[in-house]
């Protein structure tokens, strides 16, 4: 088996759709307690999507992680060094 040290979302032959995410939630935790709400959740989106370091159309190239998925969480913030977006 060939390995390869690339992530899936990091291959040009592997599409993230405009479908929304789905996120896990535990009926215990409030979802103010996790998430942001809508309206930061789409500025920090379109912030993303302006961003010279978006790859492929979905990840982030600083932190890998798909930028649909880091922009809803409340506990995390743009990696670009230097220059945090938001």
């Known amino acids: 088996m060939k390995y390869s040290?690339?992530?899936k979302g990091c291959q040009r032959n592997v599409s993230v759709t405009d479908e929304p995410?789905?996120?896990y939630s535990d009926s215990s935790i409030e979802e103010d307690d996790e998430?942001?709400?809508e309206e930061l959740?789409?500025?920090?989106?379109q912030l993303c999507l302006d961003?010279?370091?978006l790859?492929?159309?979905s990840t982030c190239k600083y932190s890998g992680v798909l930028i649909s998925y880091k922009a809803k969480r409340k506990?995390?913030?743009c990696p670009m060094p230097g220059a945090a977006k938001w």
């Open 75 to 77: 506990n995390k913030s």
């Open 41 to 45: 959740y789409s500025k920090r989106v």
């Open 55 to 57: 790859q492929y159309g």
């Open 35 to 37: 998430f942001v709400h």
């Open 21 to 23: 995410l789905i996120y």
């Open 5 to 7: 040290n690339e992530c």
């Open 51 to 53: 961003c010279t370091s």
